[in-house]
């Protein structure tokens, strides 16, 4: 009787469908519905026919500088240990005497300039007088000239003789005389 009352717990009825298979998941097509329909293009072809030596040898060309700079600090790291009372005092020797040949160099170059900005500001000054007075002087001649114009102007209108005989109109700024028939 101990047989009647056991449970099955396979469930072997219901079926475990993933979604890559047909019918369910992803659209409904199953994994072909992902994929494309044709084939790779001759482009991607030709890409990947050309890329992975390229990839492949630039890759083998960065593990071979590795190892040889792990190679080169293995055997240089005792020498460094060794020899590093004497380096760290040297670098640092020519590592001051450097920044003080470059700091007098500026400084230098430094002097020379203001030393020569000092020369020039006279020479500066008076060229920019001298620019001012050509520019005074030319505003000066165009401003008689332009005066002597409109004084000839005004003497050529002087000439007209204006009398009662004379009909006179004006057409925007300037004055015309005509003679009316008698």
């Given at each position: 009787m101990a047989d009647t009352h056991r449970v099955?717990?396979?469930?072997r009825h219901l079926q475990f469908q993933s979604p890559y298979e047909g019918g369910g998941g992803y659209g409904?097509?199953?994994?072909?519905?992902?994929?494309?329909?044709?084939?790779p293009s001759t482009t991607q072809v030709l890409s990947l026919l050309i890329g992975v030596p390229v990839v492949g040898s630039l890759l083998a060309l960065a593990g071979l500088l590795l190892a040889g700079s792990v190679i080169g600090l293995m055997v240089a790291l005792p020498l460094?240990?060794?020899?590093?009372?004497?380096?760290?005092?040297?670098a640092l020797t020519i590592?001051?005497?450097?920044?003080?040949?470059?700091?007098s160099g500026m400084f230098g170059l430094t002097c020379k300039?203001?030393?020569?900005?000092?020369?020039?500001v006279p020479e500066?000054?008076?060229?920019?007088?001298?620019?001012?007075?050509?520019?005074?002087?030319?505003?000066?001649?165009?401003?008689?000239?332009?005066?002597?114009?409109?004084?000839?102007?005004?003497?050529?209108v002087k000439q007209y003789d204006i009398s009662?005989?004379?009909?006179?109109?004006?057409?925007?700024?300037?004055?015309q005389g005509r003679t009316t028939a008698a």
């Open positions: 099955d717990r396979t469930d409904g097509g199953g994994y072909k519905s992902m994929m494309p329909e044709s084939g460094f240990l060794l020899f590093s009372p004497v380096i760290v005092p040297a590592g001051l005497a450097m920044t003080g040949f470059l700091a300039y203001l030393r020569g900005t000092r020369r020039t500066q000054l008076e060229y920019a007088k001298r620019r001012m007075a050509d520019a005074v002087g030319y505003a000066g001649q165009k401003g008689k000239e332009m005066g002597q114009h409109v004084q000839s102007k005004a003497q050529d009662k005989s004379h009909d006179t109109t004006t057409k925007g700024h300037e004055t």
